[in-house]
């Protein structure tokens, strides 16, 4: 029997968009509520910026069945966090630098350097860079 100390859940990084429109992709940051191994339940927590160029902002953390989400596309693994550290990744992903007014920086970005920024606190997670994910993603949507 597992004990909170010890228990420890996935990171992920999440595509959404449709499948005809190949170049309106939305990443997030996700992080599974079900302590592992389980299989995958879908109880996620979602963390991401959403808005567009000039409208750009964190949004606070929500839970997602992402079962039940149409537009979800699949998802990588990037790593795993205990269940001590899990409630430090919102404080951590709600200081990355937002960049407004650029047509070369998205929600894609913001992830690349939120999963930098979580690494860097010690969070265990791979980093990759954008045409490492986008290729990655790609290969789950084939």
Same mark, same amino acid.
């Given at each position: 029997m597992s004990t909170e100390a010890t228990q420890r859940y996935s990171i992920f990084?999440?595509?959404?968009?449709?499948?005809?429109?190949?170049?309106?992709?939305?990443?997030?940051?996700?992080?599974?509520?079900?302590?592992?191994?389980?299989?995958?339940? +879908?109880n996620t927590t979602?963390?991401?910026?959403? +808005?567009?160029?000039n409208t750009y902002e964190y949004k606070n953390p929500y839970v997602k069945d992402l079962k039940q989400e149409?537009?979800?596309? +699949?998802?990588?693994?990037? +790593?795993y966090v205990n269940a001590q550290r899990k409630e430090t990744i919102g404080d951590v992903l709600s200081q990355v630098p937002i960049t407004h007014g650029s047509l070369n920086w998205?929600?894609?970005?913001?992830?690349?350097?939120?999963?930098?920024?979580?690494?860097?606190?010690?969070?265990?997670?791979?980093?990759?860079t954008q045409p490492e994910m986008?290729?990655?993603l790609e290969d789950i949507r084939a």
């Amino acid at each position: 029997m597992s004990t909170e100390a010890t228990q420890r859940y996935s990171i992920f990084v999440g595509q959404y968009g449709h499948p005809q429109l190949t170049g309106a992709l939305h990443w997030s940051i996700l992080v599974e509520n079900v302590a592992q191994p389980t299989p995958w339940t +879908g109880n996620t927590t979602v963390y991401e910026v959403t +808005g567009s160029t000039n409208t750009y902002e964190y949004k606070n953390p929500y839970v997602k069945d992402l079962k039940q989400e149409p537009t979800f596309m +699949g998802r990588i693994l990037v +790593g795993y966090v205990n269940a001590q550290r899990k409630e430090t990744i919102g404080d951590v992903l709600s200081q990355v630098p937002i960049t407004h007014g650029s047509l070369n920086w998205n929600c894609q970005n913001w992830v690349a350097a939120g999963l930098d920024a979580l690494a860097r606190s010690g969070i265990q997670v791979r980093t990759f860079t954008q045409p490492e994910m986008h290729t990655m993603l790609e290969d789950i949507r084939a």
